[in-house]
């Protein structure tokens, strides 16, 4: 089977339901972590995920974690756990896939805050990463360019995999940078919902074209 691409909605969060957009980086709901684990049975395509990649707020890690114990490898879990697998799937904790607006349900924490709740590897992000500014700004060409630097960033992943057993990537974002992110503003997944994708290419650069 070719290359595919999961493209998988974060799963419900605490602003999602209070509607209380002043709270910096809200966690899941109880619903929410519920939402994200029924993803470990409803899933079809865990045993050829190779890498997963997800932006850095909270409920989208969260949602990470939750959904594919039996997928990602058991160094991004407790050791006590139990979850987490031997060589199992990479993380990749990506910036560009944050939210779009600078309300601050939609701003990220201090690698500081996200280093002491979850036991991921975050030396690669930026201690300014949350700043809406530059390519982060919420303005509109910002996130098409920003959208753009994604896509071109999963084709290089996708072509890195060409030759492996696994070759699927999960993608693990935000209802409204999804809209750029795969260039069709109907798109509207439930919670912990996903759509599937190949990489495509046209006069513009890389595309996702919907399976």
């Not at 605490?14 to 980086?25: A, E, F, G, I, P």
Request: charged residues 25%.
């Amino acid at each position: 089977m070719a290359a595919q691409v999961r493209i998988v909605r974060h799963a419900e969060s605490v602003h999602n339901v209070s509607k209380d957009y002043t709270q910096r980086d809200p966690s899941l709901t109880p619903l929410g972590l519920q939402q994200a684990a029924q993803l470990i049975h409803d899933f079809p395509y865990s045993s050829r995920v190779a890498v997963i990649i997800t932006s850095p707020l909270q409920r989208a890690i969260e949602t990470v974690l939750a959904a594919f114990p039996h997928v990602l490898d058991k160094r991004y879990y407790d050791p006590h756990s139990g979850q987490g697998i031997e060589n199992g799937s990479l993380l990749i904790i990506d910036p560009e896939l944050q939210e779009r607006s600078a309300f601050p349900c939609d701003t990220g924490s201090s690698r500081k805050v996200l280093e002491a709740a979850f036991g991921v590897d975050f030396s690669d992000l930026a201690e300014d990463w949350y700043i809406k500014e530059g390519l982060y700004s919420p303005d509109d060409d910002a996130v098409k360019e920003r959208a753009k630097c994604v896509r071109s960033r999963v084709a290089e992943v996708v072509d890195n995999l060409k030759d492996m057993e696994k070759r699927q990537v999960v993608i693990v974002t935000h209802g409204v940078f999804m809209k750029y992110l795969v260039e069709d503003p109907e798109i509207d997944l439930p919670k912990a919902g996903w759509k599937s994708y190949t990489v495509g290419k046209n006069s513009s650069g890389i595309i996702l074209l919907p399976v």
